[in-house]
């Protein structure tokens, strides 16, 4: 049974005061049993976040981490340190870093494997861009990416990882995949998964899809069989909407 994972990508938004804010309302508004749900705001509020998500049992998670543990890396965040602040998760390879900071398949796959050394599980972001869509190259770069962030890991470790399908025209947009279109890459990176170790890890690995998520859209993305929660940004930062997604993703009645 994989457990459902919803995270709240802030990406670079909040203050301390308007982070406070969202954890003081979340807090009241959210009872959703067998969901896990995930914050990943920035690194300065990681220290502020880590004392309400404990106390609340959600899971802390970081945007990015460097591949070393330490060193000359000057800016950069060691995996070794989100672990002392008890960050559980950590988003690698988001579209925005890929595209914006030249992240690689080699950088990510890379920062898997230390993120899996520091005990933090790494939620994975693969897919594709309209142009690559609108040319039937969707499963070919889904793959690339996915096969590079997996390349030399044991299947123990793989099933520990979340793969956040988010194609990278969705993100932001408005204008989310369908459902139907989500579940189809989603079956194929189970695919992917299961040809690279076996049925057993394809069955075991959580994906996410991502892009213009919403409480309005997130329970058609859940409906099927392959999704097994979302990545969400925009709609992750209001704290009543949030909670309301979290509610429909599990099936909870929204008023
Ligand atoms: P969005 O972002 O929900 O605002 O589209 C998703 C993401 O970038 O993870």
Redesign the pocket.
């Known amino acids: 049974m994989r457990t459902p994972i919803i995270?709240a990508?802030w990406?670079m938004n909040k203050t301390s005061a308007e982070a406070e804010d969202f954890f003081s309302r979340f807090g009241n508004l959210l009872e959703v049993a067998g969901v896990e749900v995930v914050i990943c705001p920035p690194f300065p509020l990681l220290g502020l976040a880590a004392e309400h998500c404990r106390r609340m049992s959600l899971r802390l998670g970081a945007q990015n981490m460097h591949w070393e543990t330490e060193g000359a890396y000057t800016g950069e965040v060691s995996p070794l340190l989100l672990r002392d602040l008890g960050v559980q998760y950590v988003?690698l390879g988001?579209?925005?870093r890929r595209q914006h900071f030249g992240e690689t398949d080699q950088n990510v796959s890379r920062k898997v494997k230390a993120a899996l050394a520091a005990d933090l599980t790494p939620i994975v972001?693969v897919g594709e861009m309209l142009p690559q869509r609108q040319a039937g190259q969707t499963m070919a770069v889904v793959g690339e990416q996915l096969t590079s962030a997996l390349h030399n890991l044991d299947p123990s470790q793989v099933r520990r990882m979340v793969i956040?399908y988010?194609p990278v025209w969705?993100?932001?947009?408005?204008l989310?995949a369908t459902p139907d279109d989500a579940e189809a890459v989603a079956l194929q990176i189970r695919k992917i998964i299961g040809d690279l170790f076996s049925l057993k890890v394809a069955r075991d690995t959580r994906i996410q899809y991502?892009?213009?998520?919403?409480p309005e859209n997130i329970a058609g993305f859940m409906a099927g069989t392959e999704i097994d929660g979302?990545?969400?940004?925009?709609?992750?930062l209001d704290a009543a909407g949030f909670a309301r997604l979290v509610k429909a993703a599990m099936g909870v009645r929204v008023p």
């Open positions: 995270a990508n990406k988003i988001h579209s925005e972001c956040a988010e969705a993100i932001g947009s408005g989310p991502g892009g213009s998520v919403n979302a990545l969400v940004g925009g709609a992750s």
